[in-house]
């Protein structure tokens, strides 16, 4: 299973999880011109996705979806909340899902994740090719256990880690808007997700994505001091990475070998 990260942040998100002839698109929160031609760069052309899957309906998830459907005739897998906030109107090939529940979509099963966020029934997911597994949640203001459990067994984990609540609080963001991120129902700071990830077992073969890093309220190295720190000298036992907002692709692939002692990847 192979897995790229073309975007990630409050200005776009978009995820390619691939298995054989199955391709996901998680989320379709780029210019439909840019995802076309991330897409592409990665040989997915024009109708051959298999489906895309929805986190939620806010607009840094969904800007590209309307469109980008003209060139991918697949359905929209979504929660029942995430369809009626997104309001498509006849016509829209979807298929509702339920969190909790399993789906196989072509070579992989996709088990969505209620989270806790300022939306209509978000979820993040989990994604199996039978041996490997993805998990991928941003957009969460806290993690449960329903959460912390679909971490735990993760080969490769996506966590947000959204901002650093020393420059939040620091910030120029007006007040309420402050209340609404660190909310229960908002985002996971550098702290949260750092405690999270320290409540893992840091096996050979693991890797960490820090994901939907704020450009005020964070940076990608405060974010990687805080994750290390609170995780301690385990943390050289696996590869933990920020994802970028925009540029370069970042991609991990399940069958690459893990050399020497299990303490790099080969990327
Ligand atoms: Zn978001
Ligand atoms: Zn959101």
């Given at each position: 299973?192979?897995?790229?990260s073309?975007?990630?942040?409050?200005?776009?998100?978009?995820?390619?999880?691939?298995?054989?002839?199955?391709?996901?698109?998680l989320?379709?929160?780029?210019?439909?011109?840019?995802?076309?031609?991330?897409?592409?760069?990665?040989?997915?052309?024009?109708?051959?996705?298999?489906?895309?899957?929805?986190?939620?309906?806010?607009?840094?998830?969904?800007?590209?979806?309307?469109?980008?459907?003209?060139?991918?005739?697949?359905?929209?897998?979504?929660t029942?909340?995430?369809?009626?906030?997104?309001?498509?109107?006849?016509?829209?090939?979807?298929?509702?899902?339920?969190?909790?529940?399993?789906?196989?979509?072509?070579?992989?099963?996709?088990?969505?994740?209620?989270?806790?966020?300022?939306?209509?029934?978000?979820?993040?997911?989990?994604?199996?090719?039978?041996?490997?597994?993805?998990?991928?949640f941003?957009?969460?203001?806290?993690?449960?256990?329903?959460?912390?459990?679909?971490?735990?067994?993760?080969?490769?984990?996506?966590?947000?880690?959204?901002?650093?609540?020393?420059?939040?609080?620091?910030?120029?963001?007006?007040?309420?808007?402050?209340?609404?991120?660190?909310?229960?129902r908002?985002?996971?700071?550098?702290?949260?997700?750092?405690?999270?990830?320290?409540?893992?077992?840091?096996?050979?073969?693991?890797?960490?994505?820090?994901?939907?890093?704020?450009?005020?309220?964070?940076?990608?190295?405060?974010?990687?001091?805080?994750?290390?720190?609170?995780?301690?000298?385990?943390?050289?036992?696996?590869?933990?990475?920020?994802?970028?907002?925009?540029?370069?692709?970042?991609?991990?692939?399940?069958?690459?070998?893990?050399?020497?002692?299990?303490?790099?990847?080969?990327?």
């Open positions: 299973m192979r897995v790229v073309l975007a990630s942040g409050s200005s776009g998100n978009a995820l390619v999880i691939q298995h054989g002839d199955t391709t996901l698109l989320d379709a929160g780029l210019p439909t011109h840019a995802l076309r031609t991330a897409l592409a760069a990665l040989r997915v052309g024009d109708d051959t996705l298999t489906a895309i899957l929805l986190s939620h309906e806010h607009h840094d998830h969904v800007c590209g979806l309307a469109h980008l459907l003209r060139y991918q005739h697949v359905p929209v897998i979504c029942a909340g995430t369809l009626r906030a997104l309001d498509p109107g006849p016509g829209f090939g979807h298929k509702v899902i339920v969190p909790g529940r399993a789906y196989e979509l072509g070579a992989l099963v996709v088990l969505p994740v209620e989270v806790s966020h300022d939306a209509s029934e978000p979820v993040g997911f989990v994604v199996s090719d039978g041996e490997a597994t993805a998990a991928v941003t957009d969460l203001g806290t993690v449960d256990q329903h959460v912390y459990e679909a971490l735990r067994t993760a080969h490769l984990v996506v966590l947000e880690a959204n901002y650093d609540s020393g420059l939040l609080e620091r910030g120029s963001y007006p007040w309420p808007l402050k209340q609404r991120i660190r909310s229960p908002g985002h996971l700071s550098n702290e949260e997700c750092a405690s999270t990830l320290a409540r893992l077992d840091f096996w050979a073969g693991r890797e960490i994505w820090l994901a939907h890093l704020s450009a005020e309220n964070n940076t990608p190295r405060r974010a990687l001091q805080t994750v290390r720190q609170t995780i301690g000298i385990r943390h050289e036992r696996v590869p933990i990475r920020t994802l970028p907002r925009r540029g370069s692709p970042v991609e991990w692939d399940s069958r690459a070998p893990v050399v020497g002692t299990g303490q790099l990847r080969l990327l």
